[in-house]
């Protein structure tokens, strides 16, 4: 009986740059640490030195001016998530348009937020409400939040018009929907979760930010940003690393949320 020679499998060819390199993992893992060790060590010290282990997170929450400042985080995020979203999905619809006046002068009003540095658009806001003899309090905060999310707002939702298909717009128009029907029935449900993640970022934008509430807020419209900022002078307690630690997991739940549904 004839028999066929033993053959030894071929190893897969080597292919150039999946080679592992020790230098580039060590300072990949020494820049995550740097960025993630402070923060789960905040985590950790939420939790200790409690008779319970929520003792910290329950005396935390139990400060009436904590929650005040809580309260008007909620509001200022909410109004400002709205607004901007209003406005941002506008503006995406309107630069949708190949041509028409001002197109360049107005994506660069789009974009500026982007750039211009916190303090200084903090700055020229305070100025500008003082010009106006405008009282600060939570609508002029709402105001300012606002002029910084609808540009993630109105690039989140430009992104997703430019992976639309237009076709799917002229054959609802062929069929005889009006332009708004055809909107409703055809663009906004396609436009839907990008809508949404430009909200949850826009929340999350307005809930975090302090420089601009800095100077943008006044007599009992602190938010819990600025509420924190101000207990930290009497020294750092565990009921402040309790409430920080609150934001972050809120941050990042709201953050996995939104690139969910991008992704989605």
Do not use: C
């Not at 960025?35 to 997170?57: D, E, I, N, Q």
């Amino acid at each position: 009986m004839f028999k066929t020679p033993f053959k030894t499998p071929l190893k897969p060819p080597r292919i150039p740059g999946k080679k592992r390199r020790p230098s580039l993992v060590a300072y990949t893992t020494f820049i995550l640490a740097a960025l993630y060790l402070p923060l789960v060590a905040l985590s950790v010290l939420s939790f200790r030195g409690g008779p319970t282990l929520f003792h910290w997170y329950v005396r935390a929450f139990s400060d009436p001016q904590l929650l005040q400042s809580l309260w008007n985080s909620i509001f200022i995020g909410v109004g400002s998530t709205i607004i901007s979203t209003v406005l941002g999905t506008m503006a995406a619809l309107g630069l949708r348009r190949p041509r028409f006046p001002g197109r360049v002068a107005f994506e660069s009003l789009i974009n500026l937020p982007l750039v211009l540095p916190e303090i200084v658009m903090g700055l020229s806001l305070l100025v500008w409400f003082s010009f106006l003899k405008m009282t600060l309090g939570l609508f002029s905060v709402i105001l300012a939040h606002t002029t910084f999310s609808v540009s993630y707002v109105t690039l989140i939702i430009l992104a997703r018009i430019k992976g639309m298909d237009p076709l799917l717009e002229e054959a609802a128009s062929d069929l005889g929907a009006t332009p708004w029907r055809a909107f409703w029935t055809v663009t906004f449900p396609l436009l839907l979760p990008a809508v949404i993640s430009g909200a949850l970022l826009s929340f999350t934008l307005s809930f975090d930010d302090f420089l601009i509430t800095f100077f943008t807020s006044g007599v009992g419209s602190d938010t819990l940003p600025i509420r924190i900022y101000s207990m930290m002078r009497f020294g750092v307690t565990p009921e402040m690393n309790a409430i920080s630690f609150s934001v972050i997991f809120f941050t990042l739940l709201t953050v996995v949320m939104v690139f969910r549904l991008r992704r989605e």
